[in-house]
């Protein structure tokens, strides 16, 4: 089961989306970085260069350098009402 979605690029702006996310699936989300594609070329620049050693590193580089945002799931109920009422429409046109 997944306990955490990581969210990276412009939609970890919009804090709504994020908070749907983790109401919508019951997880923790983590978003952020926004510029993931900046990061990542830099990562692998780093690596290129043998100034980091592997991809963990640049990882837990990024981790640790980058603002991010941490959402908790709230009201599951609504979604789970929704998920179960598109699912009986699915069904019934089967």
Request: with cysteine.
């Amino acid at each position: 089961k997944v306990e955490v979605y990581h969210i990276v690029g412009g939609g970890t702006n919009n804090k709504l989306f994020c908070q749907w996310i983790s109401d919508a699936f019951g997880v923790q989300v983590i978003a952020g970085p926004v510029e993931t594609t900046s990061v990542g070329n830099l990562l692998m620049q780093l690596k290129a260069s043998g100034d980091i050693t592997d991809i963990a590193q640049g990882r837990k580089i990024s981790y640790d350098s980058s603002k991010l945002s941490f959402y908790e799931p709230k009201d599951c109920s609504v979604w789970d009402d929704a998920y179960g009422r598109c699912l009986d429409t699915v069904f019934k046109s089967i």
